[in-house]
Structures are given as structure tokens and as C-alpha cells.
């Protein structure tokens, strides 16, 4: 048998059935296809989180409770960063598709700021929380549960800012560029995803459990 | 006959195109630091792919060990010949060991190897990352048995219910171990996840839409994604665990008002998806092996791709099964308890088209396909009893009894081993280039097959009679012995059967006869290339218009797309 897997009798791709489809697909795909997966198994693990949140949320224990130490302006303050960083980081993706890049550097660096802004209004929080109410994850199953959620976010958080700077500066070193901008599209629907288990994370601990 | 153009077997270069490609000795031999570096450093799926087949091999012969060690203090009632502690250590690191050290990584390893063959790709998606889940595999395997050098082994069982995990009851490192080593291992394992998704969707070459993968790569695919979504809780709970212990967390801390129902969930959340995640590939290596050796088309290529995906889904709805006797509602029991009947039907459905395919065929007994028939008689029996299990009031009967015991080793050693086993003599001759003696093969089969019968039928017996699992002795007046002794004497003959295995494995790998690109006369692209392959699989990208790429190649009259 001479002939080879590529001999012109099967060198034709059958067209029937969608057969032959994912010839356009490229390593741009492989980068956005892993970053949905891992997106994926990421809200199995929020979700763990939260379903442990729930569980444990208005039992009796001693305190302090969640009415008595958690201030909302603090959080709201936070929430409007995240929320605002979202657009931000939408308008930088949106840059540098269209290689506008004193646009994408001036949003990028605003999305940054308004990460580590909500970094440390959580800082702030938590002095409070553990300084002046001493609550701390062992006092009681509020501070568990709590310091646990919001702090695995808070990771995320730190992870995302350093995610942008990264890509700041690979854009500063053209490695981040109109043609290559997959790198920071994945980044950003990173950042989107941590956004959006804060509005979770927020509605749970501070309109709901509250 | 070279069936991939330029791939040619005895081409001049041949020696240094496979430095990288495999188990090859090259003519040259390199000096044993080159090859160490060469190993250590690799990101090429194949040696990867090696790599983890070698070390769950490692596991298997000390989880092995540590079993024997089990069947031996139970030989006899009143037996002192190893004691509670270090019997307490021996099953909690046998089953940790097994679960995670040996099934689940060696499917991961056989996937790393097949996928990108099968599927006509030059590597992983991620190679970097491939590396990355190995290494992570590995020390978390090393972390886990660290700890009998840092004072003891763990010893609250492979499921390490709370609250006797909890830091008041467990006062030494040894459930620290266990959480890090896991915890290390699961996120080497859902990068590799990852990584299997992302190949199996972006990396297929010409041709192959998702409706023409191998059932192998089809199942993989199902597997990968039962991983990313069930493996992440167990992170979460491990986590939790940690916190309990190390910061005083209250999670599982029931003094503190935490509650020990939420391990068991977020445990078995993940833990029963991990049994389909364990069974998926062995399923896959099934519907590849049963069609080459029966000489037939898979019977219901679609309806096998179809239970996967039903099997996945269902898998993600059962956990609360493990918990029937923890007192949880009537209706809670119910649904756990029809969820779990339900699995059945596509589980049964694949063990039919096995069944309509192995029909009519001209069968060969090769090796292979001894073990796919050992698996569809064995893991048929665990499926079995599990339907038993699935009602409710038989399970408050025997749940924790050696009922249990006998039930998940006719799935995972009946099942899944033997399907590893299969897979090792059916690829065996593509990875090396040689074939494993079909003589030993078959003592490997016959002893194995009679050992682990012995060795696990006489457990549901025992279990039926009343004796709990994880006891480390019991009364002469219980009329457990001579199950007991029965069981011994078959982990013993399991022993000889495995070490035919490796002295075949080492053997054939010295002297074994050559295997040629295609000794099977299968169909799927990895045999398309040389055995083995070289380090980029295919010199020329393949295209494909069918299921069976090499059928088409090597019966132009009559080729599969007209049918398909």
C-alpha cells in the first residue's frame, strides 16, 4: 500500500455534516477556548464558597453578627470600582482592536487603579473588622465564612491587577499589540468574571445576609 | 509500508528523530545526565504521557503493597500482625493512593499520549502547562507519602470525614499532608483537564468534526470537563479543611456550630463525579479495543458518544448516595436514589452496543481483548450491586459494611484496571515499538482474573454477614474468617499476576518482537505513524473524511464515508 492519509483520494475534506470546520481555528482559539474553561471550573469554585456562605448564614452563634459589623458605604465604594473597572477594561479591549493605544494605556492604567482601589477599601474594612470589632476567621462562623469568601475573591482581585500590569507592560514592549491582542481579550474576561462574583459576593453578604 | 508519507520507519535519520519520540534507544547513547535532562525537562505529550504511565505505575505497586499488607492482618481473627494505628495508615493511604495517585493520573497519562495521535495533532494545546499538571501530580503524590517520614502516614480514610479530621481529633501533620498533597495534585489534574478540553476542541485535524472522533477522544473530552467542574469543590473543601485546622476556621468544626454534613457533600459532590471521571477513559479504551478485535464497526458510534454525554450530566446529581444513612429527608433519599437508578440506563446502553459489537464478529483473543472482556464481565457485576446500593433501605443495610468494599472494587479494579491493563497490551507496541509476550499476557490474565474474584467476592459475602469495613480485626466467633482467608489468598495471587505484568512490561520492552507500525490492523490515526511515533507525530498533517481513517486508507473500494 503506497498510498499516504494525505493522497489525493482522501485529500478532499468531506463538507457534509460541518465536516472540516475547524480548519480556521488557530492558537488564538486554543487561548480563548482554555480561558472559558478555566472560567468554568473557577464559578464551581465560587460557588462552593457561596453555597458554604448560605449554609451557615442566620444561625444562632456569639457574636459579632454580620448587623453589627458590616457597613455598607465602605462596600458600595468598593462595588462602584469593580463595576466601573469592568467598562474600563471593555473600552481598553475595544482600543486596542482598533490600535488606539494612548486610549488603551489611559484605560488600562484607570482599570488597574480602580483593582487596586478596591483593594484597599477591603484593606480598610478588614483593619476595621479585625482591629476594632475583633472578628477574625476564628471568632465565630460569621468570620469563616466571611474572611474565607471575600478573601478567596480578594486573591482574584490581586491576581487580575497583576494580570494588567503584566499586560501594560508587554503593550509598553509592542509584545501586546493590535495583531496579537488575544492575551489581553482573555485577560479581560478574567477581570469580567472576578466583577461578576463580586456582585454575587455583594448581594449575598451585604444586602442579603446583612 | 509506509502509510503516512515521509513517516517512514527506516528512514536514515531515524535514530535522532526519536531522541525525543519515546522509550527509542537511540544508536548513539547519550551519557545518563542527558537523558535525565532530556526527561526532566520535556514538554513533548508523548514522554509526558510516559512520564505519568511510570510513576502511577510506581503508586500502583505501593498501593498494591499496602493492600497486601491489609489482606495480611486480616488473615486471621484476633490477628496482631500490623495493629489499629498503622492499619488505620495503610487504608486511608491505599485508597487516597489508588484514587488519586494511580487511576486517575494513569488516564490522564494514557489520554496525554492517544489524544494527539488520534486526533491527527502534533501536541497538547498547552505543552508548557502538560508539564506543568505532571510535575504537580508527582509532588503532590511525594507530599502525600512525605508524611510517613514527618511521623506518620494519614489515618482518617481516603474520604476523611469531619469532624475526625478536625485539629481537636487529629492532632498531629498527617491530615496536613493529605490536604496539601491533594490540593497540589488537583490543580496539576485540572490543568491538565484544561488543557485535554482545549485539545480536543481546537487541535483536530482536517476533517474530523466532533462527530468523528475516536469514542476514546469523545469520552476524554467528557471526562476533562466532569474534572473542571467537580474537581474545583473538593479544592474549595480542602481549602476549608486547611482553614479548620491551621487558622481555627469552624467549617467542619461541629463544637463551633460548623457542620460535618458539608464535608460529605462537597466531598462526594466531588467525589462521585471522580468515579465516572475513573470509569469515562476506561469506557473510551473499551470502544476502542471490543470494534479492532471483534473486526467490526462500533455498534452505535452515536448512542455510545450520547450515554457519555448523559453520563456526565447525571453523574453531577447522585453524590448524596454516599450519605444515605447520615438521616438526611425521605425526599432527599428518594431523589439521590432515583438519580442513581437512572445512571444505569446509559451505563447499561454502552455495555449492550459492546455486547451487539463483540456479535457476529470475527473475534480474536489477543491480550487486549481478553482484558476488554474481563472488564465487561467484571465492571458489569459492580454495576450491578451498585443498582443494589441505589435503593435505599438495602443500603442502610450495608453501607459501610465489606458489602461496600467488594461493590467500588468490582468498578474501579474490575473496571477500570482491567481496562488499563487492556490498554497497556493494545498500545504497548505503538509506544515502544515492540510487542508484550502474549504468553505472559495471558498468565497475566488468567491469575488476575481468578485473584481478583477471590479476592472481592468473598467481601460481599462478608459484608452481608454483618462485618464493617475498616476494622482492623475481628472475633473468631463471627463467622468472618473463612471469607477473610479467602480474600488473602486472592490479593496474594494478585500479587504473582502483577509482577508477570511488570516482568512482561521489562521483557518486552528488552526483547520483545517487533511490532511495526500496525500490528493490530486497527483503524484509528495512531497507527497511521511509526511505533514510535516520531516527536512530531506526522510529518504531514492527515485529513479524514470517516471514523475509521485507516479503513479508508486500506480498502479504497469500499470506504467508510459511503456509510457513515
Known amino acids: ?210 | 509500508m509506509a502509510i503516512v508519507e515521509g513517516a517512514t520507519p527506516n528512514g536514515p535519520d531515524r535514530a535522532a528523530r526519536h531522541s525525543a519520540g519515546g522509550l527509542q534507544r537511540a544508536g548513539a547513547r547519550p551519557g545518563a545526565a542527558a537523558i535525565v535532562s532530556t526527561w526532566v525537562t520535556t514538554v513533548d505529550h508523548k514522554q509526558i504521557g510516559i512520564l505519568y504511565t511510570l510513576t502511577t505505575l510506581v503508586f500502583l505497586v505501593i498501593g498494591g503493597v499496602e493492600a497486601m499488607a491489609i489482606r495480611w492482618q486480616l488473615w486471621s481473627p484476633d490477628g496482631t500482625k500490623i495493629g489499629p494505628d498503622a492499619f488505620n495508615q495503610l487504608f486511608t493511604m491505599h485508597g487516597t493512593t489508588m484514587v488519586f495517585f494511580v487511576v486517575m493520573p494513569m488516564l490522564i497519562g494514557f489520554a496525554n499520549y492517544l489524544v494527539p495521535l488520534m486526533i491527527g495533532a502534533r501536541d497538547m494545546a498547552f505543552p508548557r502547562l502538560n508539564a506543568f499538571s505532571y510535575w504537580l501530580f508527582l509532588f503532590g503524590g511525594l507530599l502525600t507519602y512525605f508524611s510517613f517520614l514527618a511521623g506518620g502516614a494519614p489515618n482518617v480514610g481516603w474520604f476523611a470525614y469531619a469532624p475526625l479530621t478536625e485539629y481537636a481529633f487529629s492532632r498531629d501533620h498527617s491530615t496536613d499532608y493529605w490536604i496539601l498533597g491533594l490540593l497540589v495534585s488537583g490543580i496539576g489534574t485540572l490543568a491538565g483537564a484544561i488543557n485535554l478540553v482545549v485539545t480536543i476542541l481546537t487541535m483536530r485535524c482536517p476533517g474530523m468534526s466532533l462527530g468523528k472522533v475516536p469514542l476514546f477522544v469523545w469520552m476524554m473530552l467528557f471526562d476533562a470537563l466532569l474534572l473542571v467542574i467537580a474537581l474545583p469543590p473538593l479544592t474549595a473543601a480542602l481549602a476549608m479543611l486547611l482553614m479548620d485546622r491551621g487558622l481555627g476556621a469552624h467549617f467542619f468544626d461541629t463544637q463551633a456550630g460548623g457542620s460535618a454534613l458539608l464535608w460529605q457533600h462537597l466531598f462526594w459532590f466531588f467525589g462521585h463525579p471522580e468515579v465516572y471521571v475513573m470509569a469515562l477513559p476506561a469506557f473510551g479504551i473499551i470502544s476502542e479495543v471490543v470494534p479492532v478485535f471483534s473486526r467490526k464497526v462500533i455498534f452505535g458510534y452515536e448512542s455510545v458518544a450520547a450515554a457519555t454525554v448523559g453520563i456526565g450530566f447525571i453523574s453531577m446529581g447522585v453524590w448524596a448516595h454516599h450519605m444515605f444513612t447520615v438521616g438526611m429527608s425521605n425526599t432527599l433519599d428518594a431523589i439521590f436514589s432515583g438519580a442513581t437508578f437512572l445512571i444505569a440506563v446509559p451505563t447499561g446502553i454502552k455495555i449492550f452496543n459492546w455486547i451487539a459489537t463483540i456479535y457476529g464478529g470475527r473475534v480474536r483473543f489477543d491480550t487486549p481483548m481478553l482484558f476488554a472482556l474481563g472488564f465487561l464481565a467484571m465492571f458489569l457485576m459492580g454495576g450491578l450491586t451498585g443498582i443494589m446500593l441505589a435503593a435505599v433501605p438495602v443500603d442502610w443495610q450495608v453501607s459501610d459494611t465489606y458489602f461496600v468494599v467488594g461493590h467500588f472494587h468490582y468498578v474501579l479494579f474490575g473496571g477500570s484496571l482491567f481496562a488499563m491493563m487492556s490498554a497497556f497490551y493494545y498500545w504497548f507496541p505503538k509506544v515502544t515499538g515492540r510487542m508484550m509476550s502474549e504468553r505472559l499476557g495471558r498468565w497475566h490474565f488468567a491469575l488476575m482474573l481468578i485473584g481478583f474474584n477471590l479476592t472481592f467476592f468473598p467481601m460481599h459475602i462478608a459484608g452481608l454477614l454483618g462485618m464493617p469495613r475498616r476494622i482492623y480485626t475481628y472475633s473468631a466467633d463471627r463467622g468472618w474468617t473463612y471469607w477473610n482467608q479467602l480474600s488473602t489468598i486472592g490479593a496474594m495471587l494478585l500479587g504473582v499476576a502483577f509482577a508477570i505484568f511488570f516482568w512482561n512490561l521489562f521483557v518486552s520492552y528488552r526483547r520483545g518482537k517487533p511490532a511495526g507500525d500496525d500490528p493490530w490492523d486497527a483503524w484509528t490515526l495512531e497507527w497511521a505513524t511509526t511505533s514510535p511515533p516520531a516527536h512530531y507525530n506526522f510529518e504531514k498533517i492527515p485529513v479524514v473524511r470517516s471514523r475509521r481513517p485507516l479503513w479508508d486508507l486500506k480498502h479504497p473500494e469500499d470506504p467508510d464515508w459511503d456509510h457513515e
Open chain 1, 1 to 210: 500500500m503506497s498510498q499516504s492519509i494525505q493522497s489525493p483520494a482522501s485529500a478532499a475534506p468531506d463538507t457534509r455534516h460541518g465536516a472540516g470546520l475547524r480548519a480556521d481555528l488557530g492558537p488564538a482559539d486554543r487561548v480563548r477556548v482554555g480561558m472559558i474553561t478555566f472560567l468554568i471550573s473557577e464559578a464551581a469554585f465560587f460557588s462552593t464558597l457561596l453555597m458554604a456562605y448560605i449554609m451557615y448564614m442566620g444561625q444562632p452563634m456569639p457574636g459579632p453578627t454580620p448587623a453589627e459589623v458590616l457597613k455598607l458605604p465602605l462596600a458600595v465604594a468598593g462595588t462602584i470600582c469593580l463595576l466601573l473597572s469592568s467598562v474600563t477594561v471593555h473600552m481598553a479591549a475595544g482600543a486596542l482592536r482598533g490600535a488606539r493605544m494612548g486610549a488603551f494605556y489611559l484605560t488600562l492604567a484607570v482599570t488597574i487603579a480602580l483593582g487596586a482601589a478596591f483593594l484597599v477599601l477591603t484593606a480598610m474594612e478588614w483593619r476595621e473588622l479585625i482591629f476594632e470589632h475583633r472578628l477574625t476567621i476564628s471568632r465565630n462562623l460569621f468570620g469563616t465564612t466571611y474572611f474565607t469568601l471575600v478573601g478567596f475573591h480578594a486573591i482574584h482581585v490581586t491576581v487580575g491587577v497583576i494580570l494588567l500590569t503584566v499586560m501594560f507592560a508587554l503593550a509598553k514592549a509592542r509584545q501586546v499589540t493590535q495583531a496579537n491582542h488575544d492575551p489581553f481579550e482573555v485577560v479581560s474576561w478574567y477581570w469580567h468574571f472576578v466583577d461578576t462574583v463580586w456582585i454575587a459576593v455583594f448581594t449575598l453578604v451585604y444586602l442579603v445576609g446583612r
